[in-house]
C-alpha cells in the first residue's frame, strides 16, 4: 500500500505522520518546533523526517501544512510573523523535490484544517464550507467544491482582520480577547487565566466568565454573519481548542446567528463543530497533496 508522509508545522509543535492510500492515519509523532531557529532549522527538521521515513520504506509524496502565508504554487511560505524568523522564502517543495525526488506539496495550516473538515470531517458533503479556527487569533478557510479558495493573491478568508465596531474580528472574539477581558474584569494579569479555567468557572457560577463568554460569542456572531452574507455557505464549521466546549457555546452561537442573519440565510446555514482535532493539519496536506497531484 502506498504511504505519504505528512507534516504539520507549527509555531510551538510539527505533528508528522504516515497516511495511506486508504487515508488512514498509520502513525503520528511530534516534535518542538524551536520557531527561535527560524526556517533554516525548520526546513532542516523536516528534511530529517522525510529522510527518517525513507529509511523504513518507499514514499510516494511529501504532504505539507504550515504556518504562515503559503504560495501553494510555488510551494513556499511568502510571509510569516516574527514568531518564525526568516520563514518567508523557505522554498520547502524546490528544496524536498530535489534533495527527495518525491513530489511535494505545500497549503497554509488553517486552509488544511478547513480542507480536512470538508472532504473528512463535519463539512464532509457540503457544496460550499466555511471553517474558522478560534485561538490566538481567527483564521478562515473557505473551501468550494472541494477546492481551498485562495483568492487573487493567496490571501483569502483572511477574516481575523474583519472590521467589527469595537475592533478588528480577532481582536475581540478569538480566545486570547476572551482571556485578556475575563482577567481585566477579575483585575488579575492574563497570565493567571485561560480559556479551560474560565469555562470551568462559568459552569460553577462565576458571573464575570459567564458575561465574557457572552460577549466572545456576540462578536462571534457578527463576524460569522458578515462572513456568511458573502460566501452564503452551507456549513459553518468551528475549531480551534476552545470549541471543546460545544455543549456551552453551540446554543449561545446558534442564537448570536439567529440575531444576526436574516432569516431566508439563518434557516439554511449549519453551525458545526470540527470534527478533526490535533490530526487536522496532517489530513488537510494529504488532501491538498492529492488535489494537486491528479
Request: a negative charge.
Amino acid at each position: 500500500m502506498k504511504h505519504y508522509v505528512a507534516i504539520d508545522i507549527g509555531g510551538t509543535n510539527i505533528k508528522y505522520g504516515l497516511i495511506n492510500e486508504a487515508e488512514t492515519l498509520v502513525e503520528a509523532h511530534e516534535m518542538p518546533t524551536e520557531a527561535h531557529k527560524g526556517g533554516p532549522g525548520i526546513l532542516q527538521k523536516v528534511e530529517g523526517i522525510v529522510a527518517a521515513y525513507l529509511e523504513k520504506g518507499a514514499l510516494v509524496g511529501i504532504c505539507i501544512s504550515s504556518a504562515g502565508m503559503v504560495d501553494p504554487d510555488k510551494g513556499e511560505i511568502f510571509y510569516a510573523g516574527p514568531q518564525i524568523p526568516n520563514y518567508a522564502g523557505t522554498q520547502f517543495k524546490k528544496v524536498l523535490e530535489e534533495k527527495f525526488s518525491l513530489p511535494c506539496e505545500i497549503e497554509n495550516d488553517v486552509n488544511c484544517a478547513g480542507l480536512a473538515e470538508a472532504m473528512s470531517g463535519s463539512g464532509k458533503g457540503a457544496k460550499i464550507a466555511l471553517c474558522l479556527t478560534i485561538g490566538t487569533g481567527i483564521g478562515g478557510c473557505l473551501v468550494v467544491d472541494g477546492q481551498v479558495f485562495h483568492g487573487f493573491s493567496n490571501s483569502a478568508c483572511e477574516v481575523g482582520y474583519l472590521h467589527l465596531p469595537d475592533g478588528a474580528f480577532q481582536d475581540v472574539a478569538s480566545t486570547t480577547a476572551l482571556v485578556n477581558y475575563v482577567a481585566e474584569l477579575h483585575g488579575e494579569d492574563a497570565e493567571h487565566w485561560n480559556g479551560r479555567r474560565i469555562f470551568k468557572e462559568a459552569t460553577e457560577g462565576n458571573k464575570l466568565c459567564i458575561e465574557g463568554i457572552d460577549r466572545m460569542v456576540g462578536y462571534l456572531g457578527q463576524g460569522i454573519a458578515n462572513i456568511c452574507y458573502v460566501v452564503n455557505p452551507e456549513v459553518v464549521i468551528l475549531g480551534g481548542g476552545i470549541m471543546g466546549q460545544e455543549a456551552i457555546l453551540r446554543p449561545r452561537i446558534q442564537a448570536a446567528l439567529q440575531d444576526a442573519l436574516v432569516p431566508s440565510i439563518a434557516d439554511k446555514t449549519k453551525l458545526a463543530f470540527a470534527h478533526h482535532q490535533n490530526t487536522a493539519g496532517m489530513f488537510g496536506a494529504y488532501y491538498h497533496f492529492k488535489n494537486r497531484q491528479v
